[in-house]
Antibody, heavy 113, light 107 residues
């Protein structure tokens, strides 16, 4: 069965960076788009972008250009999202999702000094 | 960006009742629409894709319909486990965008 296991809760300082992981299993990692989605406290969902692990191609929501960087490691079937120049506005739960059909459990990122 | 306007924002219904949630796109999205269910502290779960296709394993009391800019999610015979928030999403054009959500509670 398809499983996406995300890394744990992060408490980070303003202006720093954080890298979240999403380990995939149960399907062909290189042949499916991996999406990343943000959910701020009490708010709705925002699509950040996708990566196609087979060739490393990416597509970003312009809102997250310069904020998020998506990468993938084919050898370990793991997708990553790095968030940079963090502010309190970046405090949220971040999800990975393969084709939007299967989602990870979410990673809470809290930005606080 | 395509704006997705979802209504109502909240909804209270009784067990066994039929519930309908609406989603309006700011332009034609040609059935590029999905519906999700999200319970507190959990990740969203896909219910419907391509406006009216039921995702694997989703109970048949859920159905989607619509075209153009107007779409709806119907839940027949409401069950207690259906208490959740529901979101629509368009994936016709970038950036993909979501509705603000509908919180469904039991009356």
């Amino acid at each position: 069965q398809v499983q996406l296991q995300q890394s744990g809760t992060e408490l980070v300082k303003p202006a720093s960076s954080v890298k979240i992981s999403c380990k995939a299993s149960g399907y062909t990692f290189t042949s499916n788009y991996m999406h990343w989605i943000r959910q701020q406290p009490g708010n709705g969902l925002e699509w950040i972008g996708w990566i196609y692990p087979g060739n490393g191609n990416t597509k970003y929501n312009q809102k997250f250009d310069g904020k998020a960087t998506l990468t993938a490691d084919k050898s370990s079937s793991t997708a990553y999202m790095q968030l940079s120049s963090l502010t309190s506005e970046d405090s949220a739960v971040y999800f990975c999702a393969v084709g939007f059909a299967y989602w990870g459990q979410g990673t809470l990122v809290t930005v606080s000094s | 960006d395509i704006q997705m306007t979802q209504s109502p924002a909240s909804l209270s219904a009784s067990l066994g009742e039929t519930v309908t949630i609406e989603c309006r796109a700011s332009e034609d999205i040609y059935n590029g629409l999905a519906w999700y269910q999200q319970k507190p502290g959990k990740s969203p779960q896909l219910l419907i894709y391509n406006a009216n296709s039921l995702h694997t394993g989703v109970p048949s009391r859920f159905s989607g319909s619509g075209s153009g800019t107007q779409y709806s999610l119907k839940i027949n015979s409401l069950q207690s486990e259906d208490v959740a928030s529901y979101f629509c999403q368009q994936y016709y054009d970038y950036p993909y965008t979501f509705g603000a959500g509908t919180k469904l509670e039991l009356k």
